[in-house]
């Protein structure tokens, strides 16, 4: 993200935010949970929590260096794309992606995904994190291609805690011990 629109200054300062704030050591009476990583690790089901994505097919056997054919829902400038998982850690509970092809803009995107447990008025939640970087397209400035990306993942971000909670509510969630 540019400047301070991640709202933490610089993505050094997000880091270190979490490293003094949000990481929690289990006791041996103690569990903590991720309840929407189930949610983002699914590379081959982008479109479980992404508003925009309408289809996603995906080639191999989810490793890294696996691609996916991701279409596009009407009303955004473009209807497909095409991307590799760059890195897929369970433990860190890190999902990094690349942009290689499709019709759109975004060239050269990179996009990581973090997920970290917190604690939000004595209950258990998460902060999910992340992070791009992408090509400025000819013709537009990099405040209107940052605007415009971090428009999408935003909408993406409420999209998965709506998801998520819902799940939660339902009971369907699939808890991971840290």
């Not at 949610?39 to 056997?61: E, H, M, T």
Request: hydrophobic share 35%.
């Amino acid at each position: 993200m540019n400047g301070n629109s991640n709202g933490f200054g610089s993505a050094a300062a997000a880091a270190d935010y979490i490293r003094r704030h949000h990481l929690h050591e289990s006791g041996e009476n103690q569990c903590s949970s991720v309840l929407v990583w189930s949610l983002v690790r699914r590379f081959d089901q982008p479109q479980k929590y992404k508003p925009f994505v309408s289809r996603c097919v995906a080639q191999g056997n989810l490793e890294i260096g696996s691609l996916r054919e991701v279409d596009v829902k009407s009303g955004l400038p473009a209807t497909t794309s095409t991307e590799r998982l760059e890195l897929l850690d369970d433990n860190e509970h890190i999902l990094c992606i690349k942009i290689i092809g499709g019709d759109h803009r975004l060239k050269n995107y990179s996009s990581i995904i973090s997920l970290h447990p917190v604690i939000i008025d004595g209950r258990p939640g998460t902060l999910v994190i992340e992070s791009f970087v992408v090509d400025v397209p000819e013709g537009n400035t990099r405040d209107e291609t940052c605007y415009f990306v971090e428009a999408l993942i935003k909408c993406n971000l409420k999209s998965l805690a709506d998801v998520s909670e819902g799940l939660a509510v339902q009971d369907r969630t699939e808890p991971i011990d840290l």
